[in-house]
């Protein structure tokens, strides 16, 4: 008998945040910015690390990097596909707010 396969969401942060303890595969970032208090306004990167404290994140367990910013007039959706890209520790998450802080992700894996 075979199973059905799926993948796990983190739910949708806006601040720095360890997602997942353990191994897996990394499916895809998705991050939300939104209009607030003027036409262009909330954006932010986040970058995803092999880590489970921030303490340990850096350039050399990176796993996923994604910029969400706002368009010209409203928000912005953006989802980058991470193929697969597998971690052993955990997912420790990092969001530099550029402008804003209303700008959201969430990260699916599995």
């Given at each position: 008998m ?6 796990r ?14 191994s ?34 850096s ?5 996923g ?13 953006v ?10 520790n ?12 209303a ?8």
């Amino acid at each position: 008998m075979s199973s059905i396969g799926g993948c796990r969401s983190s739910g949708a942060f806006s601040a720095d945040k360890l997602l997942f303890t353990g191994s897996g595969k990394l499916i895809s970032i998705t991050g939300m910015s939104f209009v607030t208090t003027g036409p262009v306004d909330n954006s932010a990167y986040v970058v995803l690390h092999d880590c489970l404290i921030a303490g340990d994140a850096s350039a050399a367990n990176t796993i996923g990097v994604l910029y969400v910013g706002t368009t010209g007039t409203a928000g912005n959706f953006v989802e980058a596909d991470m193929h697969g890209v597998t971690f052993k520790n955990g997912i420790f998450a990092e969001i530099t707010h550029v402008a804003g802080t209303a700008t959201k992700f969430l990260v699916t894996f599995n």
